[in-house]
């Protein structure tokens, strides 16, 4: 069976850093792009940053830029992504999903709250 | 940035309908387009990808057609258990981009 299990979310102040972890099970992402989404509350999904399978190329949305790296661990079958320089508008459920695109395994998501 | 364009945003239906959902972008996807469902409180699920390639445990009532700005993903007899909010997502370029979401909704 297909697990991602994410970690590392939590409350943390405006400005602030949290490093997300994706840990898989059941499939080896070595051979996929790994993909992270989020949802605000009560909002709708929207892309954060993908990476490719060697993690030779790095995408992410322009509200992220310079602050979310994303990378990944293949060795240990894991997806991170460190959130720097956090802003209340980053509060959001971070899901960890496979693929470039037709995500079809998602994590259960890890929730970070940016507040003061 | 290609935007997404649902509509309607909520869809009031009662089981057994047929529903038609549309999504329109601002520019040419090409044939990477998909579709996900996502209930209250649960993860997103794929249910099309490709414009019309269901996904792995899809139900046939679940259909997906259009080409290059005008997508639409049917339903063609309701069930309870599709009552939910539908995402779609290109991937043609970067930024991938979703849809404001279509919220289907017992009458």
């Known amino acids: 069976e297909v697990q991602l299990v994410e970690s590392g979310g939590g409350l943390v102040q405006p400005g602030g850093s949290l490093r997300l972890s994706c840990a898989a099970s059941g499939f080896t992402i070595s051979n996929y792009w790994m993909t992270w989404v989020r949802q605000a509350p009560g909002k709708g999904l929207e892309w954060v940053a993908s990476i490719n399978p060697d993690g030779s190329e790095k995408l992410c949305v322009d509200s992220v830029k310079g602050r979310f790296p994303i990378s990944r661990d293949n060795a240990k079958n894991s997806l991170y992504l460190q959130m720097n320089s956090l802003r209340a508008e980053d509060t959001a459920l971070y899901y960890c999903?496979?693929?470039?695109?037709?995500?079809?395994?998602w994590g259960q998501g890890t929730l970070v709250t940016v507040s003061s | 940035e290609i935007v997404m364009t649902q509509s309607p945003a909520t869809l009031s239906v009662s089981p057994g309908e047929r529903v038609t959902l549309s999504c329109r972008a601002s520019?040419?996807?090409?044939?990477?387009l998909a579709w996900y469902q996502q209930k209250p409180g649960q993860v997103p699920r794929l249910l099309i990808y490709?414009?019309?390639t269901r996904a792995t445990g899809t139900p046939a009532r679940f259909s997906g057609s259009g080409s290059g700005t005008e997508f639409t993903l049917t339903i063609s007899s309701l069930q309870s258990e599709d009552f939910a909010v539908y995402y779609c997502q290109q991937a043609n370029d970067w930024p991938l981009t979703f849809g404001g979401g279509t919220k289907v909704e017992i009458k």
């Open positions: 999903v496979s693929g470039r695109y037709s995500h079809g395994y």
């Open positions: 490709d414009i019309s």
């Open positions: 520019q040419s996807v090409s044939s990477k």
